[in-house]
């Protein structure tokens, strides 16, 4: 399943890469894309939010929301 999760903190490159590495290190996601200027992560994954939330949390960025696609 798709899904967009909207995160506040980014500000640069390094924000990016550091959200991409903390969804990659989670079994059965699929980073699709995460996008500084949409502040926004698209990833292909089945797991529960709450992981998704805990990943980005401890990578110090919030997540504002998360949208089936």
Do not use: F, R
């Not at 200027?37 to 805990?54: C, G, R, W």
């Amino acid at each position: 399943m798709k899904k967009k999760i909207n995160i506040e903190g980014m500000s640069c490159g390094h924000c990016v890469a550091h959200v991409k590495e903390a969804l990659e290190e989670l079994s059965n996601v699929k980073v699709l894309e995460v996008n500084l200027n949409e502040k926004a992560a698209l990833v292909d994954t089945d797991i529960d939010d709450t992981i998704l939330i805990s990943a980005i949390d401890e990578a110090g960025y919030d997540v504002m929301s998360i949208e089936a696609l």
